[in-house]
C-alpha cells in the first residue's frame, strides 16, 4: 500500500535550501509559519542540525549594571521612569564589581557575559567606565555583550575596539505593532542602531518579545525585518511577555505555547546559522515547552536567577532539565568552530 504524503511546498523548499537568505517576502514567511506543525518543527529541526549540535546549548549570563529611571516608555519594561513599577533607579555599577560578577558567571559554565544598562542611550561621562568593564570582562576570556539603548557611530566605534564582541538591541515586535508599545523612540532609530553597530564591526544580538498583543503577522514581520537584514544577527533573542505590574502591558493576553514554538521554528529556518535564544519569560514556561523549544531550533539560553530585574529558573532547574534531555553547555571551544561555520553560511 503506498502512502499519500502531504507535502507543504514551502517547508519542502525550506528543507531543501542551502545557505542564508535575506529576501524573505510577507507571504513566505507566513506560509511557513502557518505550515502543518509537524512539518514545521521536522524543517526547523534539519536546518538546526547543519549549522549546528543539537544537544549543544549556548550560556549566557546578563547583568544589570545600572538599573531603572529610564526616559524610554516601553510599555513591557519595569525600568522605565514612565511606570508606576516600584523600582529604584541606581547608579551604574562599578568596573570591578562588574568584573566580580562575571568571574562567578565564568565558574557557573557562562561563555558569554552580557551587560545591560536602563537608558536611552549612554553619556559621554559613562563610556571610559564602559570601556573597561568590556576590557576586563574580556580578560576573563569570555565574550562580552552589552545593551545600552541606542549608540552613536563614535560610541560604537569606541565599544569595539574595547573589544565588544555584540551589542544587543531589540527591535522588540513589527513595524506596524511597534508604536503601540513604544513612542518615545522609533522603529527605524532601532535599525540605525543595528548599521551602526554593524559598522564598528561588533557582531548583533537582536530579536524581539512575544506575547505583547501582537498577531501572527507582527511575528512574522519581525522575523522578516531580522532575516532580510544584510547579515542575518549573530544572536536572536526570542523574549516571551512578563507582565509586570504598573507597566502597560501588566493584563496582557497569555501567548499559546505552540504559536510561541512556531516563532522559535520560523526564526531557525529563516536564520539557520544564527543563535535563536530562549530569553526573558522562561518561568513561564514548562519543561515540554522549552524541549519543544530546542528541537525547534532554540539553542541559547540565559542562565542565572536573574535577568536585568526579572525571575529566571534557578541554575538547578536547568542542570536537572539538560540532563533529562541529554543537553549540554556550549563549550568555548565549541563557540569558535561553531562561529566559522556561522561565517560559512552567512558570507
Known amino acids: 500500500m503506498q502512502l499519500a504524503v502531504d507535502r507543504h511546498d514551502d517547508v519542502v523548499s525550506a528543507v531543501s535550501a542551502r545557505?542564508?537568505?535575506?529576501?524573505?517576502?510577507?507571504s513566505q514567511a507566513?506560509?511557513?509559519?502557518?505550515?502543518?506543525?509537524?512539518?514545521?518543527?521536522?524543517?526547523?529541526?534539519?536546518?538546526h542540525r547543519r549549522s549546528f549540535d543539537p544537544n549543544r546549548i549556548q550560556m549566557s549570563r546578563l547583568l544589570s549594571i545600572k538599573t531603572g529611571g529610564c526616559a524610554e516608555d516601553c510599555g513591557y519594561c519595569s525600568q522605565s521612569a514612565h511606570h508606576a513599577t516600584g523600582l529604584k533607579a541606581s547608579k551604574l555599577m562599578a568596573v570591578e564589581a562588574v568584573v566580580g560578577e562575571a568571574r562567578k558567571a565564568r565558574a557557573a559554565g557562562a561563555t558569554r557575559y552580557c551587560m545591560g544598562a536602563a537608558w536611552r542611550e549612554p553619556k559621554a561621562r559613562d563610556m571610559d567606565q564602559l570601556v573597561a568593564m568590556v576590557e576586563g570582562v574580556k580578560g576573563l576570556g569570555m565574550e562580552t555583550c552589552m545593551t545600552l539603548g541606542?549608540?552613536?557611530?563614535?560610541?560604537?566605534?569606541?565599544?569595539?575596539?574595547?573589544?565588544?564582541?555584540?551589542y544587543n538591541h531589540n527591535i522588540d515586535t513589527s513595524e506596524s505593532h511597534y508604536n503601540a508599545v513604544i513612542s518615545t523612540r522609533t522603529f527605524q532609530d532601532r535599525l540605525d542602531t543595528l548599521e551602526r553597530v554593524r559598522a564598528a564591526g561588533m557582531k548583533v544580538?537582536?530579536?524581539g518579545i512575544l506575547g505583547m498583543g501582537e498577531g501572527k503577522e507582527d511575528r512574522v514581520d519581525m522575523l522578516v525585518t531580522l532575516a532580510n537584514l544584510s547579515v542575518h544577527p549573530e544572536s536572536v533573542p526570542i523574549n516571551l511577555l512578563i507582565p509586570i505590574a504598573g507597566t502597560p502591558l501588566q493584563a496582557a493576553p497569555k501567548l499559546d505555547t505552540i504559536e510561541f514554538v512556531r516563532t522559535i521554528a520560523t526564526a531557525?529556518?529563516?536564520?539557520?546559522?544564527?543563535?535563536?535564544?530562549?530569553?526573558?519569560?522562561?518561568?513561564d514556561m514548562t519543561d515540554e515547552m522549552q524541549a519543544m523549544c530546542?528541537?525547534?531550533?532554540?539553542?541559547?539560553i540565559f542562565a542565572g536567577d536573574k535577568l536585568l530585574t526579572a525571575d529566571n529558573p534557578e541554575a538547578d532547574a536547568d542542570t536537572e532539565l539538560f540532563a533529562r534531555l541529554g543537553l549540554k553547555p556550549l563549550a568555548p571551544e565549541d563557540i569558535t568552530r561553531e562561529g566559522e561555520a556561522e561565517q560559512g553560511h552567512d558570507g
Not at 545557505?19 to 510577507?26: K, S
Not at 507566513?30 to 526547523?44: E, H, I, R
Not at 552613536?152 to 564582541?165: C, F, H, P, Q, V
Not at 531557525?268 to 518561568?283: D, E, F, K, Q
Request: aromatic fraction near 12%; proline fraction near 3%; glycine fraction near 8%.
Open 205 to 207: 544580538c537582536c530579536g
Open 19 to 26: 545557505g542564508a537568505r535575506h529576501d524573505w517576502t510577507r
Open 294 to 300: 530546542f528541537f525547534a531550533g532554540a539553542n541559547s
Open 150 to 166: 541606542m549608540l552613536s557611530g563614535e560610541d560604537a566605534l569606541r565599544l569595539a575596539e574595547a573589544g565588544l564582541d555584540y
Open 30 to 47: 507566513l506560509s511557513l509559519y502557518a505550515a502543518p506543525f509537524n512539518d514545521l518543527l521536522f524543517a526547523a529541526h534539519t536546518v
Open 268 to 283: 531557525r529556518i529563516m536564520m539557520p546559522a544564527s543563535y535563536v535564544r530562549l530569553s526573558a519569560g522562561r518561568t
